[in-house]
């Protein structure tokens, strides 16, 4: 979408060009802002504000749920503008995430109609999921995409993401971590969920940013990052996971919700669920 709005490739470019440093803002949670973030917030507000395609958007930027006059349609999008902020300033892979809903966007992630990321690497390249299966796509010169997989299903592998410090892992997510490494899981860990999700869903795996002593929610957005990507993951054959339950059953409060997070195939999800029940009783 911000590919759409931004109405071809040399838009984005100038826009990571143009925006490197600080906003001097924050947003909902706190976090310092960087221009680009600001940036890619704006060129999708807008583009969904000029076209009336949708009726509420929310942002991970945004303190409120915008509601678009006249809507031609009564969708509700929920959007990660740049997801990697941290990363921007040394150029590695960020991304955008954007989830779908047929009306409200407080609603439960297994709802969702549409779900799709984009991953700005030394590729640009498209994920998404109308629940017909996920495709992926890469971005050409003149900003059209190319089919360059259909169908993904998450294969098995044994690679693990494991966001926060280990001095603040809980019981469970202590022995989920040491069950995987016994069983030989390479580490792959980047700071941007998009690139680290991307890399799962290709190669197999588990992505986490786990609650941890202090911060048992976690840090993840619920509708904004783990709805959308566990859409996506869900519909590859994989699961997402609050560690306790399938995330996507959760019915958000707030668009400001967190939670902790595990993605990745059914057998490594099935396993920190394990875990946390045994840990519990
Ligand atoms: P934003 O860049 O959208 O704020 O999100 C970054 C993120 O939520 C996610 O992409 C990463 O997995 C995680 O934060 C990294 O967090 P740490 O910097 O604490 O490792």
Same mark, same amino acid.
């Given at each position: 979408?911000? %590919?759409?709005?931004?109405? @071809?490739?040399?838009?984005?470019?100038?826009?990571?060009?143009?925006?490197?440093?600080? !906003?001097?803002?924050?947003n909902?949670?706190g976090?310092?802002? &960087? !221009?680009?973030d600001?940036w890619?917030?704006?060129?999708?507000?807008? #583009?969904?504000k000029?076209?009336?395609?949708?009726r509420?958007?929310?942002?991970?930027? =945004?303190?409120n749920?915008?509601?678009?006059?006249?809507p031609?349609? =009564?969708?509700?999008?929920?959007?990660?503008?740049?997801?990697?902020?941290?990363?921007?300033?040394?150029?590695l892979?960020?991304?955008?995430?954007? #989830?779908i809903?047929?009306?409200?966007?407080?609603?439960?992630?297994?709802? &969702?109609?549409?779900?799709?990321?984009i991953?700005?690497?030394?590729?640009?390249?498209?994920?998404?999921?109308?629940? @017909?299966g996920?495709?992926?796509?890469v &971005?050409?010169?003149?900003?059209?995409?190319?089919?360059?997989?259909?169908?993904i299903?998450? $294969?098995? #592998?044994?690679i693990?993401a494991? +966001?926060?410090?280990?001095?603040?892992?809980?019981? !469970?997510h202590?022995k989920? /971590?040491e069950?995987?490494? @016994?069983?030989g899981?390479?580490?792959?860990?980047?700071?941007s969920f998009?690139?680290?999700m991307? =890399?799962? %869903?290709?190669?197999?795996?588990?992505?986490?940013?786990?609650?941890?002593? +202090?911060?048992e929610?976690?840090?993840l957005?619920?509708?904004?990052?783990? @709805?959308?990507?566990?859409? *996506?993951?869900a519909?590859?054959?994989? !699961?997402?996971?609050n560690?306790?339950?399938?995330?996507?059953? /959760?019915?958000?409060?707030a *668009?400001d919700? *967190?939670? $902790?997070?595990?993605?990745?195939s059914?057998?490594e999800?099935?396993?920190i669920?394990r875990?946390t =029940?045994?840990?519990s009783?």
């Amino acid at each position: 979408m911000i %590919l759409f709005f931004a109405e @071809n490739g040399q838009e984005i470019k100038n826009g990571f060009l143009k925006s490197q440093n600080k !906003a001097g803002t924050s947003n909902i949670y706190g976090e310092e802002q &960087m !221009a680009l973030d600001k940036w890619a917030d704006e060129v999708l507000i807008n #583009g969904l504000k000029k076209t009336r395609l949708v009726r509420y958007i929310a942002t991970e930027e =945004q303190p409120n749920i915008i509601e678009i006059d006249n809507p031609r349609n =009564q969708f509700g999008v929920v959007i990660d503008p740049l997801d990697g902020s941290s990363l921007i300033d040394v150029n590695l892979a960020v991304g955008t995430i954007i #989830g779908i809903y047929p009306g409200t966007v407080l609603d439960k992630g297994e709802n &969702m109609i549409a779900a799709m990321y984009i991953l700005y690497g030394p590729l640009t390249t498209l994920t998404f999921t109308t629940g @017909n299966g996920v495709h992926d796509f890469v &971005m050409g010169e003149k900003g059209e995409f190319y089919l360059t997989a259909e169908n993904i299903r998450i $294969p098995d #592998g044994k690679i693990y993401a494991p +966001g926060a410090l280990r001095k603040d892992y809980l019981p !469970a997510h202590s022995k989920f /971590i040491e069950s995987l490494e @016994n069983d030989g899981y390479k580490l792959r860990f980047s700071g941007s969920f998009v690139a680290d999700m991307h =890399q799962i %869903l290709h190669k197999g795996g588990v992505f986490t940013y786990p609650g941890i002593k +202090g911060k048992e929610k976690g840090k993840l957005r619920l509708l904004f990052e783990a @709805n959308p990507m566990g859409r *996506i993951i869900a519909e590859a054959g994989g !699961a997402i996971s609050n560690g306790k339950k399938d995330i996507l059953s /959760i019915l958000p409060d707030a *668009i400001d919700n *967190i939670t $902790p997070v595990y993605a990745g195939s059914k057998k490594e999800i099935g396993l920190i669920e394990r875990y946390t =029940q045994e840990l519990s009783v």
